[in-house]
Structure formats: structure tokens, C-alpha cells
């Protein structure tokens, strides 16, 4: 049974709203965030975060439906799946857009598709430019290759012309230097993702182009050794968002491990994983608990930093025994979704 977006109000948790937390209430009608009082649901004890936007994960082996089920629980509500368009990808690629192209009304996170071209590619330029034309991905990001390849350059220019005719951002993979940032910068590819040196994270912070790092680089205890680290790109303000990459369970987990380092507040630790990968990807309607905004949010119990709820667009699509239990007392019309 699909259960409907709901009309209730959460009360007596600590809200993150206008950038700080605060013990606050947030109130859910029609699937938007609204400053209305409506029938209430105690959740003391709670955080109420926005919903998580995955600004990078890779296409799951299994289906959709899967993806969806296993993102979910882990508070994300909107996640864009990288497609690898290769030499012997492209028809697989185009089936993959042509999907996630036609939204489906119960899925529990929304799914969009951004491409990554390897720049080895040139010979599949034509069919790959009719499919950025036609499905309009949510992004591209270029994947250099260390062969020498003379149509290189005029192939990236084509890409870049064809993104910024239809207004689809677009960026790097993996920059090893700032001088390979530099020069994606100069063609207007502004996106950074997953830099791999300080160089480069440092160049693209610089010019206000968004570095995009992954959460699992985050969490992992820094190495002596090392000369550079996604925690100390953080902690040099470089970062603009976070990137499940393979696991949407590091997203949260990331923004935790920053606030309780105090690296960040959690403010601003949680922003990485929900406003600022929103408004990168130009999703203005979602990221905050602002009046208005589409009502995805997450609950998270303070004491163990668990996600306990997970609405998208006011409807729950994941939901633990206990906070079942809450919704149900709130809202005894719904009970018998809640609970199926």
C-alpha cells in the first residue's frame, strides 16, 4: 500500500533552520514544508534534518526499485546516478537515461542521471551529443585518460558547447593538479569532482567552482604519510559537497563524524549532504525546512546520530518501528498504510 503524503506537524525535536539548530516544529501539508499548526506528532528527541541530495552515486548493478529501498533508510531523497559512457557502454547508457528520464510517483528517492564521458570516446562523439541533447542528463563530468589523443581538446569543446546550450552544468573527474583544474576551468567545466590533490581542491575553492569530495574519504582516519586528505580539505573550507559514491550510508555518517570532530558544526557539516549539493545541481525547491520548500527531511535520534524517518515530499518512505509508532498516533487515517 502506498502511503500518502501526510498533513501533521512534528513537534519537540531540535530543527535545523536558518542555519542553526533549534528546538522548532515542522509542519508538513501537499507534500510542502508549511508555517501552518496542523495534528501533531511528538518527536522529542529527534533531529529534523533536510533530506539528504546524493550529488554522486554509481547506477546500482540491481534495479532501480533496489537502489531505492537501500537509499532510503539512510535518509536520502534525492540522488543522481552516475552513467560511465565508454567505448562499449553508449546503447546501455542511452537504455539507463531513458529510464530515469520517466520519474515514478512511488519511488522512495528521486532519481536523476548525470553522465561521465571518458574522454577516450571521440569516435562516439555524434551519439553522444544526440543523447545529451535529448536527456538532458543532470550534469557531465569529463574522465581524462592518460593516452594522447590529438581530437581531445575539440572533442571537450564540443561537449562544453553542447552543455552550455542547454544549460547543463558540467565539470572534471579525478583532477591529479591544480594545472588540469586550471585548464578545465578555462573551458567552463567548473564542477570538481573528487580531486585528487590539494592543488586542485585549493584552485577550484578558489574561484567559487564546486569541489565535490566523497564521504567515505571523509570518515577514514587520516594517513600520516599522505600529503593531502578530503578531512583536511574540509577543514581548509575547499569542500562543497559530499558524494556517496557506493554507499549512501557515509553521507549521514560523513556529516556526524564532522560535527562531533568539531570540524564543522553540524549545520554546516549537514549542508554538504542536503542545501548546497541542492542548489549545485539547481534544485531550488528542496536542501532547507524553509516554509515552502518540498518536505523532504530526515529524523535522526540524537542520542545514537540512527535515522529513524525519511520523508520525501511529505510522504515517509522509510519509517523504524518507533516512529511508526509516533505517525500512527498522529495520523489514525493513515494507520493502516503506515503499518503495512
Not at 562544453?160 to 565539470?171: E, F, L, Q, V, W
Request: glycine letters at 6%; one cysteine or more.
Amino acid at each position: 500500500m502506498r502511503v500518502p503524503q501526510l498533513s501533521l506537524s512534528l513537534t519537540g525535536a531540535t530543527v535545523l533552520r536558518n542555519g542553526r539548530m533549534q528546538r522548532d516544529t515542522v509542519s508538513l501539508d501537499a507534500g510542502r514544508i508549511v508555517d501552518t499548526a496542523l495534528p501533531s506528532a511528538d518527536f522529542g528527541g529527534h533531529l529534523l534534518l533536510p533530506g539528504i541530495v546524493d550529488i554522486h552515486a554509481h547506477a546500482p548493478e540491481t534495479s532501480l526499485d533496489d537502489y531505492g529501498k537501500t537509499a532510503s533508510p539512510q535518509g536520502v531523497t534525492t540522488t543522481f546516478l552516475a552513467q560511465r559512457w565508454t567505448g562499449d557502454t553508449a546503447a546501455s547508457v542511452e537504455a539507463a537515461l531513458d529510464s530515469l528520464a520517466r520519474p515514478c510517483a512511488d519511488a522512495p528517492v528521486e532519481m536523476h542521471a548525470h553522465l561521465v564521458v571518458d574522454l577516450a570516446t571521440a569516435d562516439t562523439a555524434n551519439r553522444l551529443l544526440a543523447a545529451i541533447a535529448r536527456h538532458r542528463p543532470a550534469a557531465v563530468l569529463f574522465a581524462d585518460t592518460p593516452r594522447h589523443d590529438p581530437c581531445k581538446p575539440r572533442y571537450i569543446c564540443r561537449i562544453a558547447n553542447t552543455c552550455d546550450r542547454h544549460k547543463i552544468p558540467y565539470g572534471s573527474l579525478a583532477d591529479p593538479d591544480g594545472e588540469t583544474r586550471e585548464r578545465y576551468a578555462m573551458l567552463g567545466a567548473r564542477l570538481c569532482a573528487f580531486p585528487r590533490s590539494r592543488a586542485a581542491a585549493a584552485l577550484a575553492a578558489a574561484v567559487g567552482d564546486p569541489v565535490i569530495l566523497a564521504a567515505t574519504d571523509v570518515c577514514a582516519p587520516a594517513r600520516s604519510d599522505a600529503p593531502w586528505s578530503a578531512q583536511s580539505a574540509v577543514n581548509a573550507g575547499h569542500c562543497a559537497a559530499l558524494a556517496s559514491v557506493d554507499d549512501a550510508g557515509t553521507l549521514h555518517r560523513a556529516a556526524l563524524h564532522l560535527a562531533q570532530l568539531r570540524a564543522l558544526d553540524l549545520p554546516r557539516a549537514w549542508a554538504l549532504i542536503s542545501s548546497r549539493p541542492a542548489r549545485i545541481m539547481g534544485l531550488s525547491d528542496r536542501g532547507t525546512l524553509d516554509p515552502g520548500r518540498r518536505a523532504d527531511l530526515v529524523a535522526v535520534r540524537a542520542a545514537t546520530g540512527r535515522i529513524e524517518a525519511t520523508f520525501q515530499a511529505g510522504r515517509p518512505t522509510y519509517l523504524t518501528d518507533e516512529a511508526t509508532r509516533r505517525l500512527v498516533a498522529a495520523c489514525p487515517d493513515t494507520a493502516a498504510a503506515l503499518v503495512a
